[in-house]
């Protein structure tokens, strides 16, 4: 829930990682294993948005010119690779061995220790099949739920759009919105969704309505988030490191 609300008010989604690695300290999870777990969380729920936001493209692909397919089964091509290499940057020991080597030139020994031991804990999810196959229902179904969610409030808005090509525009807006929480682009994940809702006949003013919608409903359901941070104490550490430094 507190990551969940600063995911939603705060410029990108660096901050809410920085704050569970906080959190998870005061509660004594070790870093590594801290950074290790938020990675492979993150890398399954890219891999599952690159999967539907393939999918989708070429649903929206079906409804444009012969020559945007071919474009979007380039990008769909590129992201299928993009995911391969992730996987095998997160598993495969001896490139992890060669980047160590690599870094070790400018980083301190410190922080390449560090690096050693998030290496292994990444590794060690190897042995943990289960524990993956879950992560990765469960990044199915948030994903999924997002796109219902969208669905629900643009037929409420009155937007007569289909259920499978509206699938379609959400699973792709939805990936670019995961990227741009990284690089600070909150509102490239809306702006390309009124693109490509105009692409399929609907109207600006209801593509933007819907936006709005869908982010506000969401910032609603993670106010609790808001009441357990300042609960935790987190907030007025923040306050109180400040004024000491």
């Known amino acids: 829930f507190q990551a969940s609300f600063t995911d939603h008010v705060l410029p990108n989604t660096v901050t809410s990682e920085a704050l569970r690695l906080y959190r998870g300290g005061q509660l004594g999870i070790p870093a590594p294993l801290l950074l290790g777990s938020m990675a492979i969380e993150r890398i399954i729920?890219?891999?599952?948005?690159?999967a539907l936001a393939g999918v989708g493209l070429m649903i929206v692909a079906a409804e444009l010119e012969p020559r945007m397919r071919s474009t979007f089964l380039t990008i769909v091509i590129a992201a299928a690779a993009f995911g391969i290499l992730v996987i095998i940057a997160t598993w495969w020991t001896p490139l992890h061995r060669i980047a160590g080597?690599?870094?070790?030139?400018?980083?301190?020994?410190?922080?390449?220790?560090?690096?050693?031991?998030?290496?292994?804990?990444?590794v060690a999810y190897r042995a943990q099949p289960t524990a993956l196959a879950v992560n990765?229902?469960?990044?199915?179904?948030?994903?999924?739920?997002?796109?219902?969610?969208?669905?629900?409030i643009g037929r409420g808005l009155g937007i007569?759009?289909?259920?499978?090509?509206?699938f379609a525009v959400i699973a792709v807006t939805s990936l670019v919105r995961r990227?741009?929480?990284?690089?600070e682009g909150r509102g490239l994940g809306e702006g390309s969704a009124i693109a490509l809702f105009a692409?399929?006949?609907?109207?600006?003013?209801?593509?933007?309505?819907?936006t709005f919608a869908h982010y506000a409903i969401w910032l609603v359901a993670s106010l609790p988030g808001a009441y357990l941070l300042y609960r935790s104490g987190s907030i007025r550490d923040v306050k109180r490191d400040a004024v000491l430094s």
């Open 179 to 183: 990227v741009a929480m990284y690089i």
């Open 45 to 50: 729920g890219a891999l599952v948005a690159i």
């Open 199 to 210: 692409f399929l006949g609907v109207g600006s003013d209801a593509a933007v309505a819907l």
């Open 136 to 152: 990765l229902l469960m990044a199915l179904g948030e994903n999924l739920l997002g796109i219902l969610n969208f669905y629900v």
């Open 101 to 122: 080597r690599m870094l070790r030139r400018w980083l301190p020994p410190a922080f390449i220790a560090l690096l050693g031991k998030v290496s292994r804990a990444l």
């Open 160 to 166: 007569e759009l289909p259920m499978v090509p509206f």
